[in-house]
């Protein structure tokens, strides 16, 4: 094991001075290669013999050679999945402005488990509470969602007691009146195991006859709509709404690579062959190929980041 690492080393250090594909000075090739052939935790331990061989930070080295969204995709690969996520979260709410769309997509699907880890993670890294730092850039009934996402307690296992009960009371909160009494929608989403609410969605389609994404979509509005829709997708299935969300950052004209990317490196090593196999089914074409007839630009960074893309995918079987 040792003298894989030292090779891989050998291998990254030249190519930090090698030209190849137009960022001068670097071999991105032996870069992308190296990198997209190693599981996280092999990458954690090159980046610790690279500082032991060279005296030198091995993701220093690589921000000051890469620079645009192939920059995004290496360093973000060279993070811990916690760290990453973290990381995402801070940048989604830093500066003017707040990426809601990043908020939900990772809080609406991380396991309490996850979510508490994230929120350690982020303390550490930043010195930062995240649930301030949350609340501090959203308001209102998404606000309160978010913050219970936070508590990462949801309930273990069905209370079957509570099934039906929970499926009335979504009716009535939405439905079955005029207006809708979104608090009763946050709680219930927002505390309940994702086992409890397949049985409560279940329940809610007979008493209604309708789905619970119908209902929401009708009931509600603006960044509460997405992150109820996004924890009631989550609760049928994660790979499922993570497909969705790939399917479209690249549905029309452009590709939304931040999404690309987020998902492809946070779920690599997670469910990334289920992720597939829901995107074939939802939408009847693979992933790969999807990703693969995108569009590209003229730009050498542009293409080097398709191609690392798609050599991902092939080496997960997608």
Not at 30 to 35: C, D, E, F, R, S
Not at 95 to 104: F, H, M, P, R
Not at 176 to 204: C, M, P, Q, W
Not at 294 to 312: G, M
Request: charged share 25%; net charge neutral; aromatic share 6%.
């Amino acid at each position: 094991a040792g003298s894989n690492l030292t090779s891989s080393c050998s291998t990254l250090d030249p190519s930090l001075s090698m030209p190849v594909w137009g960022l001068p000075g670097t071999d991105e090739a032996a870069i992308l290669q190296l990198v997209t052939s190693r599981s996280n935790a092999q990458r954690q331990q090159i980046k610790a013999a690279y500082k032991t061989l060279y005296g030198k930070d091995l993701v220093h080295d690589l921000k000051s050679e890469l620079s645009g969204k192939f920059e995004k995709l290496i360093l973000a690969l060279m993070m811990p999945p916690v760290i990453y996520d973290a990381t995402e979260l801070r940048n989604a709410i830093k500066g003017a402005g707040t990426d809601e769309k990043v908020l939900i997509e990772i809080l609406a699907s991380r396991t309490p488990e996850q979510v508490r880890e994230i929120i350690a993670v982020y303390k550490r890294e930043f010195d930062k509470n995240l649930e301030d730092d949350v609340t501090g850039d959203t308001s209102g009934y998404f606000e309160r969602l978010l913050v219970i996402l936070l508590q990462a307690s949801r309930q273990q296992g069905v209370d079957a007691g509570k099934v039906e009960q929970d499926a009335k009371d979504l009716f009535a909160a939405g439905e079955a009146k005029v207006g809708t009494d979104e608090e009763k929608f946050i709680n219930i989403l927002g505390n309940r195991s994702f086992e409890h609410l397949r049985k409560v969605f279940e329940a809610y389609m007979k008493l209604s006859g309708y789905e619970i994404e119908e209902s929401i979509q009708r009931e509600t509005s603006g960044s509460l709509r997405s992150l109820l829709l996004a924890v009631a997708k989550c609760a049928r299935s994660v790979p499922a709404y993570l497909a969705e969300c790939l399917y479209h950052s690249m549905k029309g004209l452009g590709t939304d690579d931040h999404t690309l990317i987020r998902i492809m490196v946070s779920r690599s090593e997670v469910d990334m062959l289920d992720i597939r196999a829901q995107f074939r089914r939802m939408f009847a074409k693979s992933l790969h190929h999807m990703i693969s007839v995108r569009p590209v630009t003229s730009s050498d960074a542009h293409k080097c980041i398709y191609e690392t893309l798609i050599s991902f995918f092939v080496k997960l079987g997608v």
